[in-house]
């Protein structure tokens, strides 16, 4: 019979957990069994040196790294990446090196991870997004309640850019390079002449790096400026053209 923690990190890895979900009306759910159960793992792991290939490093002696075969139809470069247990990963992603992938992670098909990306533990993304070089996907186990970063599917991350504290990205958005999003940021939407505050970002929007004064009497004599992130447009055929380039790296 296997050990809770086993049938949690197989569960995770086949896709049948999942830390968050996303319901018919299109709004997503913290699934709190499922960060409790990940939370649990740790809790019944040890630390141990992980012997072997991994030779001088210590963890939790269940969640050892992750190792692919031609089976698992997604190619892993390599270059020093890691991919921790309890993560899933559909068929036909790439994963190029150096990344780091969390557990709890969900990344569907056909998604790119370029170099030097960070996806956080229980974060969610979705079908053929690019995560380009240096991105962030910020990740979180506690408080249970706390959703994770999502990404829905076909939604292009610029390098650099940093996504953190449980923001939703809709379908088809466009993060350009250097853009940071958290929830302490308000995002700016210059075409409906809105501030976004539900920490959702529309679908097919292009969102980039901008500032805003600081309303302060010092920091207006001094001229400075904060920075935030700016919705400027939404796809069109120009911006998929220039997207449409990765297909050939596969």
Partial sequence: ???????????????????????????????????????????????????????????????????????????????????????????????????????GAYIDTGTMIDSHVLVGSCAQIGKNVHLSAGVQIGGVLEPISSLPVIIEDEVFVGAGAIIVEGLIIKKRAVIAPGVVLSKAIPIFDCINQKIITNNIIPENVVVVPGTRPVNNPWAKEQNLNIACPLIVKYRDAKSDQSLRLEELLR
């Fill in 1 to 103: 019979m296997l050990a809770k923690w086993a049938e949690t990190l197989i569960k995770l890895e086949s896709g049948e957990l999942r830390a968050a979900y996303q319901t018919e009306d299109g709004n997503w759910q913290i699934n709190t069994a499922a960060k409790q159960a990940i939370l649990g793992v740790f809790q019944e792991g040890e630390n141990d040196n992980l012997k072997g290939v991994y030779e001088g490093f210590v963890d939790k002696d269940n969640l050892p790294p992750r190792k692919f075969t031609l089976q698992h139809k997604l190619r892993m470069v390599p270059g020093g990446s890691s991919v921790r247990r309890g993560t899933y990963l559909a068929r036909n992603i790439v994963i190029m090196p150096p990344s780091y992938i969390n557990i």
